[in-house]
T-cell receptor, first 112, second 115 residues
Framework: AQTVTQSQPEMSVQEAETVTLSCTYD???????LFWYKQPPSRQMILVIR??????QNATENRFSVNFQKAAKSFSLKISDSQLGDTAMYFC?????????FGTGTRLQVFP | DTAVSQTPKYLVTQMGNDKSIKCEQN?????MYWYKQDSKKFLKIMFS???????INETVPNRFSPKSPDKAHLNLHINSLELGDSAVYFC??????????????FGPGTRLTVT
């Protein structure tokens, strides 16, 4: 079965520092997309970044970047220059048979 | 202009009642979903429709019944509500079912509290 694992239930980081959230997955597919979603206290689910497995270059969106290791099936999210507004739950997600499978989430707290 | 909207955002009701949650998307997407997020924030898919056709029906009690009158709407009706149904329910849509088309666009969620 295809699975998505987030091994860090909670993390914290000081404002302006860098933090990396880990995600591993299991698949027999060769080409696919991976996604990171953010859920702030407002509970709205927001797409942060996505990565195509076929591309070797890691995706980047402003302060958010991905460290994608296809062979290791690892898809971590790096947040640089953390801001208080980054405080949220973060979910990685992977498509499987007509749906997205979400990890269990990492709760990130950014403190001043 | 809201892309995926849900009504109501909050719903408090008593056990045994029947309630509905409505969802509409104006993105022109073909696929719509219902998710349940429990108190531990675990997000689990319940149903998905593609072009009004049911394609995913996860292990969900048959008290839950989705209805898609057209591609832009997917409603969720729940009969005989139980305490364990208390959760946040998210509607989402995606352009399709391949590659980056899986990218989900979520509604604001409906917090259902059953007392």
């Amino acid at each position: 079965a295809q699975t998505v694992t987030q091994s860090q239930p909670e993390m914290s980081v000081q404002e302006a520092e860098t933090v990396t959230l880990s995600c591993t997955y299991d698949t027999s597919e060769n080409n696919y997309y991976l996604f990171w979603y953010k859920q702030p206290p407002s509970r709205q689910m927001i797409l942060v970044i996505r990565q195509e497995a076929y591309k070797q270059q890691n995706a980047t969106e402003n302060r958010f970047s991905v460290n994608f290791q296809k062979a290791a099936k690892s898809f971590s999210l790096k947040i640089s220059d953390s801001q208080l507004g980054d405080t949220a739950m973060y979910f990685c997600a992977f498509p499987n048979t007509d749906k997205l499978i979400f990890g269990t989430g990492t709760r990130l707290q950014v403190f001043p | 202009d809201t892309a995926v909207s849900q009504t109501p955002k909050y719903l408090v009701t008593q056990m045994g009642n029947d309630k509905s949650i409505k969802c509409e998307q104006n993105l022109g997407h073909d696929t719509m979903y219902w998710y349940k997020q429990d108190s531990k924030k675990f997000l689990k898919i319940m149903f998905s429709y593609n072009n009004k056709e049911l394609i995913i029906n996860e292990t969900v009690p048959n008290r839950f019944s989705p209805k898609s009158p057209d591609k832009a709407h997917l409603n969720l009706h729940i009969n005989s509500l139980e305490l364990g149904d208390s959760a946040v329910y998210f509607c989402a849509s995606s352009p399709g079912l391949a590659g980056d088309l899986y990218e989900q666009y979520f509604g604001p969620g409906t917090r259902l509290t059953v007392t």
